[in-house]
């Protein structure tokens, strides 16, 4: 195992009625806040109501900033930080899923810093030129992205049709606030696109070329299971607390610190980069993308580097009970397990089904490797991305 540092500092109010703690937890932070949140599902459940009551009882002043969207816009980030200054607000709450608390963690970064956000941090990685940032709290009403608990953000520029993110320490949140019974509403297809990038979280810290880290892996394992038992349970009954509770936890689990990821070369994860790009062209739901290009990127790894397949076979044994003996066998049917996981959770069949037309997919391959080439087991170059869409095609 190579050496890590493993720092978890969000404080965590998980279950029923856990928003009774959110005043007592801003104070900690800051006194007048930015309530950022999305359209109009947190007002169809009565959480706006809850939560506006709680900053009224408590004398904490507030401005809002409604509608984010699905994939957070850079315009939204630029609003955010205008509203933070000229309000001389300190702390910013997210009420939502990921992009939600994506945005806000953008707007914490963008209040201070003095270049430009967009070319500096999120297209070049300059992160070490981020010197201070708004505090963030969160309460989470949609089981996906582990933004809720983690150092990243992933923002959209709609005018340059890019998505990218960044990681920086100083954006974990401050505290968020789990309760499933905030993501019975939320409609199947944005459940099952959740479920589908959790798992996807997971495959991509477990499917990498280190060994010996098998304290992370086993838990991987087990947290996978835990999106494959469950997921087809909400889908089945949307109010099921207990399968609810399961995902809730198992999203934030699956990117808390990278703990998965424990003593392995920390690296990109290729899968987003290809998905992040179908996201920005057709404005696709995150969880869907991973689904469609998911296999293809297994099989591509497994013909370009062989000797990685053991590993293939492993997650095919020990997370699918494939009890195939032959490695490359086993492989090949773990993928094929995944592929029904899918489409038993209403994850489109491929893209063409999913809308993305065949003469863009070159397009996709030069966005996705704009950078240079994209990969952990193996390097992919653009025309190597080009392969991996159009067997996802």
């Known amino acids: 195992m190579n050496n890590f540092i493993y720092d978890l500092s969000t404080k965590i109010y998980f279950g029923k009625g856990q928003i009774e703690n959110l005043p007592t937890e801003i104070k900690k932070h800051g006194t007048k806040v930015l309530f950022l949140y999305g359209k109009n599902s947190i007002k169809k459940i009565g959480l706006y109501d809850e939560a506006i009551k ?21 315009s939204t980030v630029k609003e955010g930080s205008r509203l933070c200054r000229e309000n ?25 810093y003095e270049g430009d956000t967009w070319d500096d941090l999120y297209k070049f990685g300059k992160i070490d030129t981020i010197k201070k940032v708004l505090p963030v709290g969160s309460i989470l009403t949609l089981a996906a992205t582990g933004s809720e608990m983690n150092r990243n953000t992933v923002i959209s520029n709609e005018e340059t049709e890019e998505k990218y993110g960044l990681g920086c320490d100083l954006l ?26 959790i798992l996807s979280h997971l ?11 098998d ?4 838990m991987n394992e087990g947290v996978m299971k835990v999106v494959l038992d469950n997921a087809p349970k909400i889908k089945k009954n949307p109010n099921d607390y207990i399968a609810r509770a399961n995902i809730m936890w198992a999203s934030s689990m699956a990117l808390a610190g990278f703990q998965f990821m424990s003593g392995k070369k920390f690296g990109a994860f290729p899968v987003h980069s290809l998905g992040h790009e179908l996201s920005s062209l057709y404005d696709m739901t995150h969880g869907i993308t991973l689904a469609l290009v998911t296999p293809s990127w297994m ?6 580097a062989p000797q ?9 044994r020990n997370v699918f009970g494939v009890l195939e003996s032959d490695d490359e066998k086993a492989a090949s049917k773990g993928i094929e397990e ?48 080009l392969e991996i869409y159009k067997m996802a095609w």
């Open 54 to 74: 709680l900053l009224n009882e408590n004398n904490i002043e507030f401005v809002e900033l409604a509608g984010v969207d699905p994939n957070p816009r850079l």
């Open 88 to 112: 001389n607000l300190d702390f910013i709450l997210a009420i939502g899923g990921g992009s939600t608390i994506d945005c806000a963690k953008a707007i914490a970064v963008d209040v201070f």
């Open 172 to 197: 974990k949140p401050k505290f968020s606030i789990l309760d499933p019974e905030y993501t019975f509403t939320v409609n199947e297809h944005h459940s099952m696109a959740g479920c589908s990038d």
């Open 203 to 213: 495959m991509e810290q477990y499917l990498r070329p280190d060994i010996n880290c």
């Open 215 to 218: 304290v992370s892996d086993r």
């Open 299 to 304: 099989r591509f790894n497994m013909k370009k």
């Open 308 to 316: 990685y397949i053991p590993m293939f076979a492993r997650f095919a």
């Open 338 to 385: 995944l592929e029904a996981f899918y489409k038993k959770i209403g994850m489109p069949k491929n893209m063409k089904d999913a809308g993305v037309e065949e003469d863009k997919l070159e397009y996709l391959a030069s966005q996705a490797t704009e950078f240079g080439d994209i990969g952990t087991m193996t390097s992919i170059n653009k025309d190597e991305a």
